[in-house]
């Protein structure tokens, strides 16, 4: 057996401490398990903090983000609603509705946002996809 963490478990790790450090939350994760995800590429899990239930995504080149576990019931809507508001995102930070991220110096927002819309793209190519979905 080998003591080295698998890409999962080095993920899932990294997304919640970064979830955790932002201080998105009055308690700590109680239970993070990883549901769906491609190996080296993008991972989706499911959070537990107190009582509430979130999903996560998170990946080597893709946001860690996190939604509430109302929004959707699979791992594969969970990655439709992620393409849908990371592309949402991405127009309103291209059209200023929103302010610009405060670690994001001016002459950074364009490949910001053109990385946002690269992982949406990308994530809803996934959600097209049937046989990715099939396990």
Not at 52 to 73: E, F, K, N, Q
Not at 97 to 110: G, N, Q
Request: one cysteine or more; hydrophobic letters at 45%; a negative charge.
């Amino acid at each position: 057996m080998t003591s080295q963490k698998s890409w999962t478990e080095t993920t899932l790790d990294k997304a919640v401490n970064e979830v955790v450090s932002s201080g998105l939350f009055d308690q700590p994760i109680l239970e993070a398990r990883p549901v769906w995800h491609i190996e080296g590429a993008i991972l989706i899990a499911e959070c537990r903090a107190g009582a509430a239930r979130y999903w996560l995504v998170a990946g080597a080149d893709s946001p860690t983000d996190i939604i509430p576990a109302h929004v959707a019931s699979t791992a594969r809507e969970v990655a439709r609603h992620f393409s849908l508001k990371w592309q949402l995102a991405a127009e309103q930070l291209r059209h200023g509705t929103v302010p610009r991220p405060p670690d994001t110096a001016p002459d950074d927002l364009s490949a910001r946002v053109m990385h946002l819309v690269k992982c949406a793209e990308s994530l809803m190519e996934l959600v097209e996809h049937e046989s990715v979905w099939v396990r």
